[in-house]
């Protein structure tokens, strides 16, 4: 379970501000859905379970209780945004980028029942949507990867909200990061560049991060 609570000490710093501290609320994205600080975590591993997060079905009105994931991981987020605002799930997973091979999610409303999950390649000719899931790999920076949630579209860029990104928390009350689109040829390309940071990208600790692409929930 220690992989779920490797935590890095981050390089960019958006905002200057102290960060925030740990569990406490540093946003909410759509559908009211809280974003929670992970900065500087100290976690027993002994007691696994106290980081768990569950939703019971005597609260949601679901047809299951449910997983979400471990405080305050990005997987933790991005299960509960498609859960809050979609009543879908994906399935657990190891890390973060093996959402990509995840060809479904569980449609919560029925004792049975999914939706195609689809994925878009970066560098395709499918643009990000809201809702979409943005995937990163494993890396030095992010040894069991990343997964964003899309939560704005605009003319050159998308919004992202996330948790255990980065410790100085969001940028914004309702997205954790701006982030260029670019598009070469009509294939899209979603940078790490920030909108408003352009002249700090050569500083920031994750210029040199690759992207997958992106996930999306096709509803019959």
């Known amino acids: 379970m220690y992989k779920y609570f490797k935590k890095i000490e981050y390089l960019f710093r958006p905002m200057n501000k102290q960060h925030p501290p740990w569990g406490s609320q540093i946003g909410v994205a759509h559908g009211g859905v809280i974003g929670y600080s992970n900065c500087e975590p100290n976690?027993?591993?002994?007691?696994?379970?106290?980081y768990e997060v569950h939703y019971k079905k005597e609260e949601s009105?679901?047809?299951?209780?449910?997983?979400?994931?471990?405080?305050?991981?990005?997987?933790e987020f991005a299960r509960r945004f498609f859960v809050l605002n979609y009543k879908t799930m994906?399935?657990?997973?190891q890390k973060a980028p093996d959402i990509w091979d995840l060809e479904t999610v569980e449609d919560l409303t029925k004792e049975a029942g999914t939706f195609p999950l689809v994925g878009f390649k970066q560098g395709g000719p499918e643009p990000p949507k809201f809702g979409d899931l943005l995937l990163a790999p494993q890396s030095e920076h992010?040894?069991?990867g990343h997964v964003a949630v899309v939560v704005g579209v605009g003319d050159g860029y998308i919004d992202l909200a996330e948790q255990n990104y980065e410790d100085a928390g969001w940028i914004a009350e309702s997205y954790s990061r701006r982030v260029k689109v670019e598009c070469k040829d009509g294939n899209y390309f979603?940078?790490?560049?920030?909108?408003g940071f352009e002249?700090?990208?050569n500083q920031?600790?994750?210029?040199d991060e690759v992207i997958i692409g992106w996930k999306r929930?096709?509803?019959?």
Not at 190 to 195: N, S
Not at 217 to 220: A, G, H, L, M, P
């Open 43 to 50: 976690y027993d591993i002994t007691k696994v379970h106290l």
């Open 61 to 75: 009105g679901l047809r299951c209780d449910i997983f979400m994931g471990y405080k305050y991981q990005c997987v």
């Open 90 to 93: 994906f399935t657990d997973i």
């Open 142 to 144: 992010q040894p069991w």
């Open 190 to 195: 979603v940078t790490y560049i920030r909108v």
């Open 199 to 201: 002249d700090q990208f």
């Open 204 to 207: 920031s600790w994750d210029k």
């Open 217 to 220: 929930i096709i509803f019959n």
